[in-house]
């Protein structure tokens, strides 16, 4: 059934998601952010998430931790497995455990991540505290503990940042503080959303290569969100492309950016101003979809250049393009154009599809 | 041979942030902007870049006439912008306009998009059939007719931006200072934008001082780009030039950290040049070259000289201890 578990896949997923739904109950009505997401990640590999603003990759990232804050946020279907174990289906002892060795998270605005009103080497011992459940240790080892991951993250004078806080250091010192308190306790899998987009570029580029060489050291699965298509290309080794709540196609890094096949990727592709000149595509127009009544169908349909009247009533699922390169689009239904080797799809073409395909029994892209 | 329409020379403005000590005998200032000098040409846009804390909203806030310099002047058209004691006389705040970051904030929530684009008209056009006016400005930035009644709130993103370019157009300027106008945009949007700018441009005759941190953006829409430093210039140079053939360690170090998305671009980069070490405060700027703490390359003379501007090529300048006067390198 589904295709999407991996391009490499012969072990058990590291993380695996399979059709999950998010809705928010807000005045007015539900907004139905995440309608039915695959996603995949392996021991070992680095993932990127691209994706515009609002189009759910926070929101994602946020339910494999079950940190979204429900109500207003609610789950209505969909599994969320951690080396084989359902987040979603936790006891609060077993998602800390997940919390605290498993997943940790870096997000976009340190300045926010961290409590100003605590000092760096309170904030970061509490997490060495949380981390060492079962040990006791003293305030000396846990200031001992703290400095270790300050010192591998090249915090000059680690000493006395642990006795500063937050507003005393820059951003860019502040994104390394969070950074070492997420590789606290060795972790298996980090989220990274927007690690360097509230920094400046110089600065930006130096948390990057810092956050790649940590990763290389300790060996940890990481999902680098972004917006920035360049990062991606620099960081990661496979990329799903989000929009409106959907992934609507996922690659090798290497494939994705020699043959973009989705209309959007294509868009968001052209809309990058690049170093070579010649000016700037006019992008994508409109603008994304509207979640309290998203379009029925592809969630791309009323933006895309080449939608068809299939697009407007049915939800693509995915499509298999070749070993390295899945795209969620009628395009490619049939193979698509560009590819040469044989497809591995076995549905035809056009019955309800596994991707939250009820779409043409109920309307308006109500969720099954 | 074109005419400059701006022309800014040793501008300077600190700010006091504190004083010393009780008796208020030394104050404390950040030097935001510490002795720059640039032009801009009739129908040309200039890129203005540089990171957080490099002064270059400052440049674009004096211009404008929200500050005053503390030394140096900028002048429009050979008029100086800041003679009187008084404020700026009206003819001259027609002249130039400006386009902020982040539309979500520059706009009122408060007002209808046609009490916004009003505004300007009110004041700077006193003619009748005003109503016709804001259509024709909404249809000049490709809205429709309709949104007169709306609120910003009820706007995307890149539609409030178009509006505010279209306020920024209503009093027919010939100047417009574009601060960061899509770093608050997704890529999707910001083409558009950008698109429309450079038409407008075209059709109005306009010039721009262009303002933004994304070095790939500018390559594509500046036609000489301004590098900036702690308060400082530190390259000038046309655009295709500038990127051809860059000399100050600080513009190297800028241009390999961008992240690319084509070979073809990763041919274009600098070889890496690994950026290193933090911003520092514009409260506490290092002495000599403002970069030395930071830069590849320095020499011992670095931390106590601070470099002049040097002309490398035509309309390339540096300021940097590596090139002499002459135009080659030491």
Redesign the interface.
């Known amino acids: 059934m589904s295709t999407l578990t991996g391009l490499s896949a012969s072990a058990a997923p590291l993380l695996e998601i399979k059709d999950l739904h998010v809705h928010f109950d807000v005045y007015g009505g539900t907004l139905k952010v995440l309608d039915g997401v695959y996603f995949t990640v392996h021991s070992g590999e680095k993932v990127g998430l691209v994706g515009?603003?609002g189009c759910g990759k926070t929101t994602t990232m946020k339910s494999i931790l079950r940190i979204l804050p429900m109500p207003p946020a609610r789950i209505p279907g969909g599994e969320i497995y951690f080396k084989g174990q359902d987040v979603l289906k936790m006891g609060a002892d077993k998602l800390r455990q997940v919390r605290s060795e498993g997943i940790s998270m870096i997000f976009q605005d340190p300045t926010a991540a961290l409590n100003p009103v605590f000092t760096i080497g309170q904030q970061l011992g509490a997490v060495v505290k949380y981390s060492m459940e079962g040990k006791k240790l003293s305030r000396k080892e846990i200031r001992e503990q703290a400095l270790i991951p300050l010192k591998e993250v090249s915090m000059p004078d680690p000493e006395r940042m642990l006795d500063s806080y937050p507003i005393q250091l820059?951003g860019?010192?502040r994104q390394r503080v969070c950074i070492a308190m997420a590789l606290v306790a060795s972790r298996e899998l980090l989220i990274a959303d927007e690690p360097g987009t509230s920094l400046?570029?110089?600065?930006?580029?130096?948390i990057l290569?810092l956050l790649h060489r940590l990763v290389e050291e300790k060996d940890v699965s990481v999902i680098l969100i972004t917006?920035?298509?360049?990062?991606v290309?620099?960081m990661t080794d496979r990329v799903y492309v989000m929009y409106a709540g959907n992934m609507v196609e996922v690659a090798s890094t290497e494939e994705l950016?020699a043959r973009p096949l989705h209309p959007y990727t294509h868009?968001?592709?052209?809309?990058?101003?690049?170093?070579?000149?010649?000016?700037?595509?006019?992008?994508?127009?409109g603008?994304i979809p509207d979640y309290l009544n998203p379009p029925p169908g592809c969630r791309f349909h009323p933006r895309c250049p080449r939608a068809m009247d299939i697009c407007r009533q049915e939800k693509p699922r995915f499509y298999k393009h070749n070993d390295n390169h899945e795209v969620a689009c009628f395009l490619y239904q049939d193979g698509s154009p560009l590819r040469s080797g044989g497809s591995s799809d076995s549905l035809p073409s056009g019955s309800p599809l596994r991707s939250g395909g009820s779409s043409d029994s109920l309307p308006k892209g109500t969720l099954a | 041979m074109t005419t400059d329409i701006l022309t800014v020379t040793d501008l300077k403005k600190y700010f006091v942030i504190g004083y010393s000590d009780i008796l208020r005998r030394e104050p404390i200032t950040v030097k935001a902007v510490d002795g720059i000098s640039f032009t801009v040409k009739e129908g040309e846009t200039v890129g203005l870049v540089g990171e957080s804390g490099s002064g270059k909203s400052t440049v674009a806030y004096t211009t404008i006439g929200m500050y005053r310099p503390t030394a140096g002047s900028i002048s429009f058209r050979g008029q100086d912008l800041f003679e009187g004691k008084k404020g700026r006389p009206l003819a001259l705040k027609k002249e130039i306009q400006i386009v902020f970051q982040d539309p979500g904030s520059s706009l009122n929530p408060r007002r209808t998009i046609k009490q916004i684009i009003e505004l300007p008209l009110k004041i700077h056009r006193r003619d009748e059939n005003r109503q016709e006016q804001i259509v024709q400005l909404l249809e000049m930035v490709e809205l429709p007719p309709d949104y007169m009644q709306k609120y910003p709130q009820m706007l995307g993103g890149g539609e409030k931006q178009m509006v505010a370019i279209a306020r920024a157009l209503a009093t027919d300027p010939s100047f417009i200072i574009l601060d960061e106008p899509t770093s608050a945009l997704d890529v999707s949007i910001q083409g558009k934008i950008i698109n429309l700018l450079i038409r407008l441009q075209d059709e109005f005759h306009l010039s721009y001082l262009f303002i933004t941190h994304d070095l790939s953006l500018m390559r594509n829409v500046a036609s000489r780009v301004a590098i900036m430093y702690l308060g400082k210039i530190c390259e000038v140079a046309k655009a295709a030039e500038f990127f051809r053939n860059p000399y100050h360690p600080y513009t190297q170090m800028l241009l390999s950290s961008i992240p690319v998305v084509s070979e073809e671009e990763e041919k274009l980069k600098p070889k890496k040049i690994i950026s290193t070490g933090e911003i520092p405060s514009p409260v506490n700027i290092p002495t000599g070259c403002s970069f030395h703490l930071r830069c590849p390359e320095k020499m011992a003379i670095c931390s106590r000289v601070d470099p002049v501007m040097v002309e490398m090529e035509e309309g390339h300048t540096v300021r940097c201890h590596l090139y002499d006067q002459e135009g080659g390198r030491r």
């Open positions: 515009e603003t820059s860019g010192m400046d570029v110089t600065i930006e580029d130096q290569r917006h920035t298509l360049g990062v290309r620099e950016f868009g968001l592709m052209d809309a990058v101003p690049k170093l070579t000149g010649g000016g700037v595509s006019d992008g994508i127009p603008r």
